[in-house]
């Protein structure tokens, strides 16, 4: 007997149709079809136009707001995606989820609380998911919550290599960490960009808002970069900027894989004294928003070589290098 012949079908949610795009751009195929549709009442449909049996298929997904749809609608679209994957006989399903929604609950901060990052992983592997494609989840440890391989990716070297562009003094450059639980990661953004780093303490006194309690190195005369991997109402940045300013801060630029950018964080970014706000499109950025002082940055190169990784059963980590 012949071995059976591999295929590979990519296909995209509702979220992010344009990162899907650029995705199947960089691996030379186009994206399957699929019918994506709301019922009357909000009930999402999904039907594989194309056949999918045998294949190696990856779903191209953000949890996150985007496209009319809100957070949950995004969730539910990729698990019943996957659900329809796996009834249609696919060879293999793995979730490429660009942004990991409800992560931010990784853990009990307090009593009676939920741990929503497991819930959502085990919702993604019942609904039939082999295999998990992420982008700088919000805590590292998420990655244990699955029972499944997950190439958890970062966008990095992405960030590193812009800002080595713009012919920054890497002595006068500092990067910063919003607050102490991103300072593994502005440790290893420091080490690649050959700078000094600095580290910020916040309190929460409730959600989506945060108060800047103290800094930890001198910053004074730098260029300092605040690299976090979301920006959800952008008041902890705004609120930041303003304490490095106070500090002797030359100049403060900001860099995250993920803006969310809810309610008045446009806004807030545009009056505050923030140079610059560099994300990905892991998460939609309405063009109409990406002028002023937002930048976006795509990661398709990046999913779209770990995709090719996976299909192949090459090395995803010879990526991080």
């Given at each position: 007997?012949?071995?059976?012949?591999?295929?590979?079908?990519?296909?995209?949610?509702?979220?992010?149709?344009?990162?899907?795009?650029?995705?199947?751009?960089?691996?030379?195929?186009?994206?399957?079809?699929?019918?994506?549709?709301?019922?009357?009442?909000?009930?999402?449909?999904?039907?594989?136009?194309?056949?999918?049996?045998?294949?190696?298929?990856?779903?191209?997904?953000?949890?996150?707001?985007?496209?009319?749809?809100?957070?949950?609608?995004?969730?539910?679209?990729?698990?019943?995606?996957?659900?329809?994957?796996?009834?249609?006989?696919?060879?293999?399903?793995?979730?490429?989820?660009?942004?990991?929604?409800?992560?931010?609950?990784?853990?009990?901060?307090?009593?009676?609380?939920?741990?929503?990052?497991?819930?959502?992983?085990?919702?993604?592997?019942?609904?039939?998911?082999?295999?998990?494609?992420?982008?700088?989840?919000?805590?590292?440890?998420?990655?244990?919550?699955?029972?499944?391989?997950?190439?958890?990716?970062?966008?990095?070297?992405?960030?590193?290599?812009?800002?080595?562009?713009?012919?920054?003094?890497?002595?006068?450059?500092?990067?910063v960490s919003p607050d102490v639980g991103r300072a593994k990661a502005a440790k290893?953004?420091?080490?690649?960009?050959?700078?000094?780093?600095?580290?910020?303490?916040?309190?929460?006194?409730?959600?989506?808002?945060?108060?800047?309690?103290?800094?930890?190195?001198?910053?004074?005369?730098?260029?300092?970069?605040?690299?976090?991997?979301?920006?959800?109402?952008?008041?902890?940045?705004?609120?930041?900027?303003?304490?490095?300013?106070?500090?002797?801060?030359e100049a403060v630029y900001v860099c995250a894989t993920h803006g969310l950018f809810?309610?008045?964080?446009?806004?807030?970014?545009?009056?505050?004294?923030?140079?610059?706000?560099?994300?990905?499109?892991?998460?939609?950025?309405?063009?109409?928003?990406?002028?002023?002082?937002?930048?976006?940055?795509?990661?398709?190169?990046?999913?779209?070589?770990?995709?090719?990784?996976?299909?192949?059963?090459?090395?995803?980590?010879?990526?991080?290098?």
């Amino acid at each position: 007997m012949t071995e059976m012949q591999k295929t590979m079908a990519v296909f995209t949610g509702s979220v992010n149709p344009g990162l899907a795009n650029g995705i199947a751009a960089e691996l030379g195929c186009e994206l399957g079809n699929v019918k994506l549709e709301k019922f009357a009442n909000g009930e999402i449909y999904a039907r594989y136009v194309d056949s999918v049996r045998g294949a190696d298929v990856f779903i191209v997904q953000s949890v996150c707001s985007g496209n009319g749809f809100d957070v949950n609608d995004a969730l539910m679209e990729l698990l019943i995606m996957a659900d329809a994957a796996k009834r249609a006989s696919a060879r293999s399903i793995c979730a490429v989820i660009a942004h990991y929604g409800y992560a931010r609950q990784e853990r009990k901060a307090a009593p009676r609380e939920p741990i929503t990052a497991r819930l959502v992983a085990d919702l993604i592997t019942v609904a039939g998911v082999d295999r998990v494609i992420a982008i700088d989840l919000h805590q590292d440890a998420i990655q244990g919550f699955f029972d499944l391989p997950v190439n958890h990716m970062t966008a990095m070297p992405i960030f590193v290599d812009y800002y080595k562009n713009k012919g920054f003094d890497p002595e006068k450059l500092c990067v910063v960490s919003p607050d102490v639980g991103r300072a593994k990661a502005a440790k290893k953004f420091q080490t690649m960009l050959d700078s000094d780093i600095a580290i910020m303490h916040k309190d929460r006194p409730r959600h989506n808002q945060s108060e800047i309690t103290a800094l930890i190195g001198d910053v004074t005369g730098k260029i300092c970069i605040i690299n976090d991997d979301m920006i959800d109402t952008g008041g902890t940045l705004c609120a930041a900027a303003d304490t490095l300013l106070a500090r002797g801060a030359e100049a403060v630029y900001v860099c995250a894989t993920h803006g969310l950018f809810s309610g008045p964080a446009f806004d807030r970014i545009e009056n505050s004294n923030i140079t610059e706000v560099v994300v990905t499109d892991a998460v939609p950025v309405p063009l109409e928003r990406q002028t002023g002082k937002i930048k976006v940055l795509s990661v398709a190169p990046l999913v779209a070589k770990t995709i090719d990784c996976v299909y192949t059963n090459g090395s995803v980590a010879k990526l991080f290098d």
